[in-house]
T-cell receptor
């Protein structure tokens, strides 16, 4: 069955430090992968997506993610974190199991220290 | 600017009440979703609709029903609210129901059932 795993529930980094959020997926075919961010009191906003082509994907707010098929991973990175990046981050995979739908990971909550 | 709105940000209901959660999108999207978000569980799909009067069960439809009488509006109904339905409810819409499509989310309704 398709699944998405985000192994880190909470991550704390200092402002200006680099960030990597991990995401592993289980899916038989070529995956369609997404990263969303949820700021406090807000809905989810798409950061970036991958479905083909270059395995390094650029998104909004200075984020990027790299698709590694051999590791079944789609990790999110940012070279220098800003205090406004404090939020919850969700990885998701699009699936055609039965019909189109999206499976979300359990989320990683990011705290940024000033 | 695309927009998905939900009728209430916060809602408190009593056990056994019938509860309606409303979602409206202004993007002329055909596909709409209702998710439930709980800590440690991420987003779980309750129902989705790919056209007016059409609906499909998601992963956790028990205790819920939906209504889609107009393209822009998708309602989630708790027939008889129970305390285990206390949660954050998120509505989303997507124009192209393909795996590369971006879902647009509303701000969420935090429902408390007492």
């Amino acid at each position: 069955a398709q699944s998405v795993t985000q192994p880190d529930i909470h991550i704390t980094v200092s402002e200006g430090a680099s960030l990597e959020l991990r995401c592993n997926y289980s899916y038989g075919a070529t995956p369609y992968l997404f990263w969303y961010v949820q700021s406090p009191g807000q809905g989810l906003q798409l950061l970036l997506k991958y479905f083909s082509g270059d395995t390094l994907v650029q998104g909004i707010k200075g984020f990027e993610a790299e698709f590694k098929r051999s590791q079944s991973s789609f990790n999110l990175r940012k070279p220098s974190v800003h205090w406004s990046d404090a939020a919850e981050y969700f990885c998701a995979v699009g699936t055609t199991s039965g019909t189109y739908k999206y499976i979300f990971g359990t989320g990683t909550r990011l705290k940024v220290l000033a | 600017d695309v927009k998905v709105t939900q009728s209430s940000r916060y809602l408190v209901k009593r056990t056994g009440e019938k509860v309606f959660l409303e979602c409206v999108q202004d993007m002329d999207h055909e596909n709409m979703f209702w998710y439930r978000q709980d800590p440690g569980l991420g987003l779980r799909l309750i129902y989705f609709s790919y056209d007016v009067k059409m609906k499909e069960k998601g992963d956790i439809p028990e205790g819920y029903s939906v209504s889609r009488e107009k393209k822009e509006r998708f309602s989630l109904i708790l027939e008889s609210a129970s305390t285990n339905q206390t949660s954050m409810y998120l509505c989303a819409s997507i124009g192209v129901l393909g795996l590369a499509g971006e879902q647009y989310f509303g701000p969420g309704t935090r429902l408390t059932v007492t």
